[in-house]
């Protein structure tokens, strides 16, 4: 803004188009920066990225990164977390998290996606709460409970019969 003698203020005026959430009160814009706008919580459908501010830049690679190797797996990303110690975390649409930990997290991601479509078509759903892979040959998956209305996995065992009390002949 610079004021240009006798009346006129020259202003110039940059829009920010945000790319991603990061934390909880900015936004990342298309060119890499961080703002903060006011009413940034009435925008939808911006991916959550989080971590130490000096990685902004390693969390969008990862992004980006994670969002092609995921493309045709049936899983969509939500948003990447970093944690100050150098932990991933992937945090899906429907709420589900996988946790990839700080070392191979490359190899654990691909092993996943090899082996989770047969573990889902076993179950009938691809919704899980959780993964953990950050086991070095495996991986753990906490599955949502069955949907109300659905098969129960087991009946109710009958009452046992009352000591003295006659059975009943068929």
């Known amino acids: ?4 003698w006798p009346d006129t203020v020259e202003m110039r005026v ?3 188009q945000p790319f ?3 934390g909880d009160k900015q936004l990342i814009g298309r060119n890499g920066a961080l703002f903060a706008a006011p009413g940034t919580e009435a925008i939808q459908g911006l991916p959550q990225l989080d971590g130490p501010d000096g990685a902004l830049l390693d969390v969008v690679d990862f ?6 190797t995921l493309t045709g797996s049936g899983l969509t ?3 990447v977390s970093l ?6 975390k992937l945090v899906l649409v429907d709420g589900s998290e996988i946790l990839l930990g700080q070392r191979d997290i490359d190899a654990h991601l691909q092993r996943f996606l090899d082996v989770f479509p047969r573990l889902a078509a076993g179950r009938g759903t691809n919704t899980f709460a959780r993964a953990d892979l950050r086991y070095a040959n495996g991986f753990a998956i906490r599955w949502l409970s069955a949907a109300p209305g659905s098969t129960k996995p087991f009946d109710k065992p009958a009452a046992p ?4 009390a006659p059975e009943k002949q068929a």
Not at 1 to 4: A, V
Not at 161 to 164: D, E, F, L, Q, Y
Request: charged content about 30%; cysteine-free.
């Open 1 to 4: 803004m610079r004021k240009r």
């Open 14 to 16: 940059f829009e920010q």
């Open 20 to 22: 991603a959430r990061w």
């Open 63 to 68: 992004y980006n990164k994670t969002l092609h």
């Open 77 to 79: 990303l939500a948003g």
């Open 83 to 88: 944690s100050p110690r150098g932990s991933w």
């Open 161 to 164: 019969a009352k000591a003295g």
